[in-house]
């Protein structure tokens, strides 16, 4: 059987998947690929149909967007992801991006390389503790919830969230309060989270008007999907002084162009998708995701089925 692999993946789930497959790196044999390990590669229809024997295709991570799922259901084509094998790296980023907001560290590294502190511990760099916040989550998945775990362990926030999709029970069972509407959890939370999947109904979630519901000292992460927050938008609010800080991990664009308007502040801290970017979670996804896609090609059962 012939794989297809996009990118580089972790050395060892290379060797795996080269130890029981084929493996090609273009698409010059379209025609006679079984399975798909992609990272960023987009798989739309007319690829689909171009690749008469495939069977399955395995996105290395969560998100799934650049994979036309329709198309896949019609042709008979599973659709793998690795829904939690990054999970705890993305959580402990997210938690980092807190702390690092809270206490102003970007600011001071970078004024203390540029000489501008006539003394230790400037008044303009006074920060705030985490410790019994109230964390607010958009999105209660599997790392926000990680997310609630740590900052609850850790720092005894009290944890409350927002999402349509999961029932009153089910957030008491994973010991959030629910909020029925965004405006009014964000009108109750100290940090909020964001982690949602990118759809259509999810692009642009937190723009305009939303911006007038965080409370103004409020810190504000994003490790999920860039085009879920309006850039122009958040950069408004934290000029604005509407939203105290902001941390994104993703951009509409990626890599973030060095131009960006974003990065000229002092209280936007940006990272390059670092979220999944450890040894760790590297080696989880990529041997999860080729195992996955094996046993799919083999005929055994699979986790991780998106259709």
């Known amino acids: 059987m012939i794989v297809f692999l996009d990118q580089k993946i972790h ?18 044999r379209i025609g006679e690929i079984d ?59 997210i938690v980092a991006s807190f702390l690092a907001l809270s206490r102003n560290l970007y600011s001071g590294n970078v004024g203390l390389r540029q000489g501008r502190f006539a ?11 985490v410790t019994g916040k109230t964390l607010g989550l958009i999105g209660v998945g599997n790392i926000p919830q990680l997310v609630a775990g740590m900052m609850r362990a850790a720092f005894h926030v009290r944890v ?57 000292n409020a810190l504000f992460v994003n490790a999920s999907r860039g085009m879920i927050v309006n850039e122009d938008d958040l950069y408004n609010a934290l000029t604005s002084g509407k939203l105290r800080a ?7 664009k990626e890599p973030c162009p060095a131009s960006h308007k974003l990065l ?7 990272t390059p998708h670092l979220g999944a970017n450890t040894e760790e979670a590297l080696y989880n996804v990529g041997m999860t995701i080729v195992k996955n896609v094996l046993n799919v090609l083999e005929g055994r059962p699979a986790e991780g089925i998106v259709v």
């Open 35 to 93: 399975g798909m390990v992609v990272r960023a590669l987009h798989v739309p229809r007319e690829l689909m149909e171009q690749a008469e024997k495939l069977k399955v295709v395995g996105r290395h991570g969560i998100g799934y967007e650049h994979v036309d799922i329709q198309a896949a259901r019609e042709r008979g084509i599973r659709v793998l992801n690795t829904p939690t094998a990054n999970a705890n790296s993305v959580a402990e980023l």
């Open 160 to 216: 409350i969230g927002y999402d349509p999709f999961v029932s009153r029970e089910e957030f008491q069972r994973r010991g959030i309060e629910k909020y029925e509407t965004l405006e009014e959890m964000l009108e109750n939370a100290d940090l909020v989270n964001i982690s949602v999947h990118r759809t259509p109904q999810t692009e642009n979630m937190i723009s305009g008007e939303i911006f007038d519901h965080f409370r103004p």
């Open 119 to 129: 003394k230790s511990a400037p008044l303009e760099l006074i920060g705030t503790e």
């Open 246 to 252: 902001a941390a994104s991990d993703v951009f509409a």
């Open 264 to 270: 000229t502040l002092e209280n936007f801290s940006a």
């Open 11 to 28: 050395p060892d789930a290379g060797a795996y998947l080269r130890e029981h497959a084929e493996v090609v790196e273009d698409l010059s």
